[in-house]
């Protein structure tokens, strides 16, 4: 199976609105949450959970009425894990270009009915783009067990 990018369109709508008049973060989160199940479990073939989600960035408010999209796709697999990257972005109806507004790296397990994981298949770099994705993730992750380090006298 190829490692096609999950992509979501739609428009934003004003349940979505913040007190600012934008798109409420926690709507952005829901949307990015929900690509990342969309790509975890197609890559997986099996129900995947969200164990991780890692500096999330919002560059730009989306605004009321615009078209957004929402982009997932697998830049690194481990046994049952599966690190997807996500790119949220947005338009003006009236414009023919998306702008960048958000970005994220979220970490999917998947799972069987009883909650225990399952091995998903390796997924291996072939583009110099996947490679330099690839070891962003790798990156990511030793960053993630130094935080965790600090953190243990707070949990």
């Known amino acids: 199976m190829e490692n096609k990018p999950i992509s979501f369109q739609f428009i934003s709508e004003p349940s979505d609105v913040n007190y600012g008049?934008?798109?409420h973060g926690g709507s952005?989160?829901?949307w990015i949450d929900q690509?990342?199940?969309?790509c975890a479990t197609t890559w997986s073939g099996n129900y995947s959970v969200t164990v991780y989600v890692g500096g999330i960035r919002f560059y730009e408010p989306i605004k009321i009425g615009e078209i957004v999209k929402v982009e997932a796709q697998v830049i690194y697999t481990g046994s049952s894990s599966m690190h997807i990257s996500i790119n949220v972005f947005s338009r003006n109806l009236k414009q023919p270009n998306f702008d960048k507004k958000t970005h994220c790296i979220i970490?999917?397990?998947?799972v069987d009915e009883n909650g225990k994981k399952?091995?998903?298949?390796?997924w291996v770099p072939e583009t110099e783009d996947e490679k330099q994705k690839e070891k962003y993730a790798i990156r990511l992750m030793d960053l993630r067990t130094q935080i965790e380090d600090e953190m243990k006298p707070f949990l």
């Open 28 to 30: 952005v989160m829901k």
């Open 35 to 38: 690509a990342g199940y969309a």
């Open 107 to 110: 970490v999917f397990v998947a």
């Open 21 to 23: 008049g934008n798109v």
């Open 118 to 122: 399952l091995p998903v298949r390796k």
